[in-house]
């Protein structure tokens, strides 16, 4: 009888030690990573945590990235790499109840986009004062709408294509105009004639609408969870910051504001702040909102 509570304390000691060393899984925890991810791809992350934990964050490069909870202690997360990530092993962090629970690498790669060399006349090279000041107002804002996270997503259903037509495939495509290399096409170009109706691809919140320099009329949906989709060169907007949107909801028209030479829309996708392929996203938005 005298030897059971010095047992029961150190069973006690045993069972609740591993959730205070902070990098060491807890009972109860598994973190399932790929080895590597592609620059501008997102892939998947699964991982347990005890029954009952409510708050699960998973952090790479620092940033806070897509966390859906699909059972009792059964995650899901997205992980992004962007575009211009630099390339090598990267850290990735996860916390538990605001506690970091465990450590994980993830090697980033190169994939190759190809390139595209264009000559266009030297007025569009350089930009007035005037311009780069409204170009800088524009990175700002964009900067800022691209830092949002709330935690859950708003979205439980696989993405919609946000116009019926034809995709370029050109995400990633970097761009040598006039010997200089400029940076990557961050997204997804769809061929649609002006005023095209495009659609809420998931449920969200418009957060930005800005007639910028380069993109001209500018939509950015934040989905929750970090997940922000961005709409350009629209020649209307149909909602306002702060406005909830269905998935399927008309949210604006095709244009062709900005700098472009014929109409179509350019749909982005980022995560945590990085530029992904939508391509990959829509694959991962399934296996998100079906907890495979
Ligand atoms: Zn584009």
């Known amino acids: 009888m005298r030897r059971t509570a010095p047992i029961a304390l150190l069973l006690f000691l045993l069972l609740t030690l591993p959730f205070s060393a902070s990098p060491a899984l807890a009972r109860g925890q598994s973190l399932t990573l790929p080895k590597v991810v592609e620059r501008g791809q997102a892939v998947l992350v699964r991982f347990t945590t005890p029954v009952g ?6 952090f790479f490069l620092g940033k806070p990235q897509p966390v859906v909870q699909v059972g009792p202690g059964k995650w899901r997360a997205a992980l992004g790499a962007d575009l211009d990530c630099q390339l090598g092993p990267h850290q990735l962090l996860l916390k538990v109840d605001g506690r970091d629970a465990a450590r994980g690498r993830v090697k980033v790669v190169e994939k190759d986009y190809g390139v595209r060399r264009i000559t266009v006349s030297k007025k ?8 780069l000041a409204w170009h800088k107002t524009d990175l700002a804002a964009m900067k800022k709408a691209y830092a949002l996270y709330a935690r859950g997503p708003r979205w439980t259903k696989p993405w919609l294509a946000p116009v019926s037509g034809e995709s370029t495939g050109s995400f990633g495509r970097r761009s040598v105009i006039n010997g200089e290399p400029r940076s990557p096409h961050g997204g997804m170009d769809f061929r649609a004639a002006k005023g095209d109706p495009v659609k809420a691809p998931a449920a969200g919140k418009a957060v930005l609408v800005k007639d910028t320099y380069f993109g001209g009329l ?11 989709s961005g709409y350009r ?11 909830l949107v269905k998935p399927g909801q008309v949210v604006a028209k095709v244009g062709m504001s900005g700098r472009v030479t014929g109409p179509h829309l350019h749909y982005d996708i980022h995560l945590g702040g990085a530029r992904v392929d939508p391509a990959s996203w829509q694959k991962l938005s399934g296996l998100l909102a079906a907890g495979k």
């Open 53 to 58: 934990v409510k708050n699960a964050a998973l």
């Open 124 to 131: 569009f090279m350089s930009l007035t004062d005037k311009q």
């Open 218 to 228: 500018v939509l950015l949906i934040h989905h929750g969870a970090g997940v922000i």
């Open 233 to 243: 060169h629209l020649s209307a907007c149909l909602v306002k910051p702060g406005d």
